[in-house]
Every structure is written in C-alpha cells, then in structure tokens.
T-cell receptor, first 115, second 115 residues
Framework: DAGVIQSPRHEVTEMGQEVTLRCKPISGHNSLFWYRQTMMRGLELLIYFNNNVPIDDSGMPEDRFSAKMPNASFSTLKIQPSEPRDSAVYFC?????????????FGNGTRLTVT | GENVEQHPSTLSVQEGDSAVIKCTYSDSASNYFPWYKQELGKRPQLIIDIRSNVGEKKDQRIAVTLNKTAKHFSLHITETQPEDSAVYFCAASRNYGGSQGNLIFGKGTKLSVKP
C-alpha cells in the first residue's frame, strides 16, 4: 500500500497564478478530504468527498478555491488566482467509511508558497 | 461554533518521565477522538483513537482517557523517549456529515523529551 499520494511536494508561485494540487487516495478508500495547515489556524478541513461526491465544502475559504474528484482514484484542489495568504501546507487524506475502525490516513502534503 | 481546545501548547519532559496532554471539545454529539503525531516536515500520523462508548484505551506506552460528561479527553505517554518528541494533535469528529474523517483539530502540543 503506497498510502495517500500527493503532488507536487513543494510549489512556489507568484501571486495571481493558478495552482493545482493533486491527490491519489488509498485504493479502496471511499472518502477523501482536503485539509490545510498553517501556524495561525492549525489543521482545518476545506472540503471532503464521499464516493466522489462533494459532501461538505463549508471550509473552502472563498470562490478562488475549487476541488474536484472525477473518479475514485484522483482529486484536485485548485486555487485561482493565488494570494500570499494561501501559503500553507495542504494535506489530502482518505478513509474507508465502510470499515468501522478505519482511521484517517494523511498524505505527505504539498507545501505551497505564494510570493 | 464547534471547537477543540488543547493544552499545553508546549511541554518539555525528561526522558523516562510521563507526559499528559489535555483536550476539551464543544460538540456533545462528537463520538470519535483520534490523536495524531506530527514530526517536523512530515504528515500527521494516527497514534491512538477512542470512541465515545469507551472510557479508556491503552496501547503500550500510550493511553487515552475520555470523560463524555465533562467533554474532555487526555493523552498519556509513559516512559517517554527522545523519539517521542513531536507535535501532538487531538481531534473530535463532527457528527454531521457522518464521516469520522470530518475532524476538528486542536492547535497542537509541541512535546520535547530531553535525554
């Protein structure tokens, strides 16, 4: 099991540019989550999908952020246009909700720096 | 709104001593409480979790206790070792949405174990 795979590991971009973060959940997991981690706000949920359908996007900060899950093995988080305050580590995580004791597994994260 | 408070924010102990981290939560409907360990530059990793129908759970040197009435839960690490040094996060599930991956995280405790 390769775990949750995220790319890129690091992204440096200029303000105003579009940023796309990618995630491949663990095979067989049916729920996928995007979390953001900053020193000020800690770990906060942005959006999550169940069976590829967005369930709760109340954590998405504003319309500049969008997320998609076109199939069970791939999701993207897009920021357009990016701003310096978007700088953070973005984690993707997945879980198998059909198993009672299935914990949330995090990917290695994408460190985004917007200058 | 929903909230998880975690104390202390930093904790320094001597190798071999015990460490205790405490969290309180606001949503009485929360029923799943995981603890994650995050080393510098790495992803959060689950170390132990507890459900609301259990008051205590132990796994070798790590134990978690839950008091549902008071809405607080604690992590206990005994015989600490330098490799226990990391940031520890508690979390509580949001009951709506139905997924135990939909978590509210505390702000973290930086644990330093001195040899």
């Amino acid at each position: 099991d390769a775990g949750v795979i995220q790319s890129p590991r690091h992204e440096v971009t200029e303000m105003g540019q579009e940023v796309t973060l990618r995630c491949k959940p663990i095979s067989g997991h049916n729920s996928l989550f995007w979390y953001r981690q900053t020193m000020m706000r800690g770990l906060e949920l942005l959006i999550y999908f169940n069976n590829n359908v967005p369930i709760d996007d109340s954590g998405m900060p504003e319309d500049r952020f969008s997320a998609k899950m076109p199939n069970a093995s791939f999701s993207t988080l897009k920021i357009q246009p990016s701003e310096p305050r978007d700088s953070a580590v973005y984690f993707c995580a997945s879980i198998d909700t059909t198993r009672y004791n299935s914990p949330l597994h995090f990917g290695n994260g994408t460190r985004l720096t917007v200058t | 709104g929903e909230n998880v408070e975690q104390h202390p924010s930093t904790l320094s102990v001597q190798e071999g001593d015990s460490a205790v981290i405490k969290c309180t939560y606001s949503d009485s409907a929360s029923n799943y409480f995981p603890w994650y360990k995050q080393e510098l530059g790495k992803r959060p990793q689950l170390i132990i979790d507890i459900r609301s129908n259990v008051g205590e759970k132990k796994d070798q040197r790590i134990a978690v206790t839950l008091n549902k009435t008071a809405k607080h839960f604690s992590l206990h690490i005994t015989e600490t070792q330098p490799e226990d040094s990391a940031v520890y996060f508690c979390a509580a599930s949001r009951n709506y949405g139905g997924s135990q991956g939909n978590l509210i995280f505390g702000k973290g405790t930086k644990l330093s174990v001195k040899p």
